[in-house]
């Protein structure tokens, strides 16, 4: 919503506003699978924060998600939220040992390249201010994909 807020503030026509709302959408999402993905590819030390904490916390996250339909062992574990004596260990070698990684990359990469889209989409410029500041939005769907932290 703030990208589209900015896109009302700047008095732009409602499908630009749309195109700004959709941009900001598919950057979230991005954004949380990679978060998702940190939480189990990371360490603590590299994230500032404990690893594995999302399943800590009893949330089933895109690739663990996307490894119960390969591991379907997950499911049980999903289901009581990860709180048995070893699940967080357990479910993290079913989603290494699963595609769940992988397409929760390919997923957080498809979003990120919806975002792009969507600037892309806009009217058409050659005002500088406003190509530089579409190539930046560009530029952060990129960079939201290779974040470490």
Excluded at 115 to 142: E, F, G, K, S
Aim: aromatic content about 4%.
């Amino acid at each position: 919503n703030s990208a589209r807020a900015v896109a009302i503030l700047g008095d732009q026509q409602p499908a630009v506003c749309d195109l700004a709302w959709q941009y900001g959408r598919h950057l979230g999402l991005a954004f949380q699978i990679v978060d998702d993905l940190l939480d189990i590819l990371g360490s603590s030390k590299q994230l500032g924060k404990p690893a594995l904490n999302d399943m800590r916390a009893g949330l089933a996250t895109a690739p663990v998600l996307h490894a119960a339909e390969e591991q379907p062992g997950l499911i049980t574990l999903i289901r009581r939220e990860f709180r048995g004596e070893g699940d967080v260990q357990y479910a993290l070698e079913m989603a290494q040992n699963s595609r769940g990684i992988e397409r929760a990359k390919a997923l957080a990469a498809e979003h990120a390249r919806l975002a792009a889209a969507q600037v892309q989409a806009l009217p058409p410029t050659d005002h500088p201010h406003a190509m530089a500041a579409r190539a930046a939005l560009i530029n952060i769907t990129h960079k939201v994909l290779v974040r470490s932290k």
